[in-house]
Structure formats: C-alpha cells, structure tokens
Nanobody
Framework: QVQLVESGGGLVQPGGSLRLSCTAS????????MGWYRQAPGKQRDMVAV???????NYADSVTGRFAISRDSARNTVYLQMNSLKPEDTGVYYC?????????????????WGQGTQVTVSS
C-alpha cells in the first residue's frame, strides 16, 4: 500500500518562504511522476509543479520563477521550495504521485494523493 505524507505547511507573511516535503512509503521501486497541486477555497485543484523520474519539470505559470521542485528518488521524496509567496498562493497543497512500480515489479498507473498541508500567506 502506497502512502504519501506531506509536511512543511504553515502561516507565512507575503514575500516569505516555505519548503514542503512529501515522502512516499510502501514497497516502491520507482515513481514516474511526483508533484504538487493546490486547492484554494472554492476552487478546483490545480497543478503547481511536477517532476518526472527522468528529471523534467513543469510549473504553473503563476509560480514560475518563485517556486522550485526537486526530488530525491532514492528516498521517494519530493520537495517544493516556495519563495516570494503571495496571498494568492494560499491553499491546501497536495502531494501527487503516479506511475508507481513496486519492488515486486508490479506497475500501478493510477494517481496517489497525500492528505494535504495548509499554506496560508497573510500579513
């Protein structure tokens, strides 16, 4: 059973920084894509940043130049460094993973989600 556990959310003033972490646990051999999505109150869940196993990254236009995603594949962990935070970055941030190969070499193409961590940017 794969589980994603996030940490690092909190309250920060505009212009501040936060770093989110997410670790996938279970009998995992590899993960194709790990990333972060966020959901603001009353809005849909949108992609923030994703990182593929080959090293490619993709960012939402609204965070490009301010956020940086990185990944430690050996630890099945993905990070999101968020700088120059704005009030509109407020929301619940969800860790995402898909394309998981287990140590038994079984492939699961479905998406997995963490429980979410709240990020609030406010003065």
């Amino acid at each position: 059973q794969v589980q994603l556990v996030e940490s690092g959310g909190g309250l920060v003033q505009p212009g501040g920084s936060l770093r989110l972490s997410c670790t996938a646990s279970g009998s995992i051999e590899s993960i194709n894509v790990m990333g972060w999505y966020r959901q603001a109150p009353g809005k849909q869940r949108d992609m923030v940043a994703v990182h593929t196993r080959t090293g490619s990254t993709n960012y939402a236009d609204s965070v490009t130049g301010r956020f940086a995603i990185s990944r430690d594949s050996a630890r099945n962990t993905v990070y999101l460094q968020m700088n120059s935070l704005k009030p509109e970055d407020t929301g619940v941030y969800y860790c995402h993973a898909n394309g998981i190969t287990t140590q038994a070499m079984e492939f699961y193409p479905r998406a997995y989600w963490g429980q979410g961590t709240q990020v609030t940017v406010s003065s």
